[in-house]
Structure formats: C-alpha cells, structure tokens
C-alpha cells in the first residue's frame, strides 16, 4: 500500500505507478505504508463502510420524521417524529466527526 506524499491519496497495488493516479505527482513522491498503518488502513475500510450506511439510513429516518411532522396526529406521535429527527441530525454529525478522525489518523 501506498500514498501520495503530495495529496494523501492511498492505493493498493502490485507495484508502484509511475505517478499518483489522483493528482499526476512523480514516483518519487510515493511512499509505502509501514505494514501497521496499512493493516489501520485496512481495517478502518470496513468500518467506514458501516459509517457510510448508517449515514444514509439516518437520510431516511429525516424524511419519515418530517413526513410524520406533518402528518401531525398528535402531540405525542409529533413529538416522537422531532425527537427521530433530532437524533438522526446528531448521529450524522457524530459520523462526520468520527470518519474526520480517522482522516487524521491515516486510516481512511
């Protein structure tokens, strides 16, 4: 595995490229992962994935809210649709800062 000293771009590969498919930087500009970063790397790709789907099923439980909103019954069930909501904001934003953190960590 390697990255792109110049835009932080990782691949994977049998051999080097000659340049970064991402951004065209030299050869030189490569450089292999130690084997520990790279397992990060790896590892953190499964969970990433888990993140992503929970991001987009947190976009559906936003539009059943609001639909539930507006549907207005009752205060109780309007309450249970803000409530979905409001939760559904939080967990994405907690998402957002999770993955963040694995940018900064190089494990993305």
Known sequence: M????????????????EKCPKCGAPKDKLVVLEEKQAELVKRSQKTNDLHMEL???????????????????????VKVFQTAREQAVIIKQMIKAELQGHVNKGKW
Do not use: H, I, Q, Y
């Open 2 to 17: 390697w990255r792109c000293t110049v835009c932080n771009f990782t691949m994977e590969g049998e051999s080097l490229p």
């Open 55 to 77: 991001a987009g099923l947190m976009d559906k439980v936003l539009v059943v809210a609001k639909e539930g909103e507006e549907d207005n019954l009752d205060p109780g069930c």
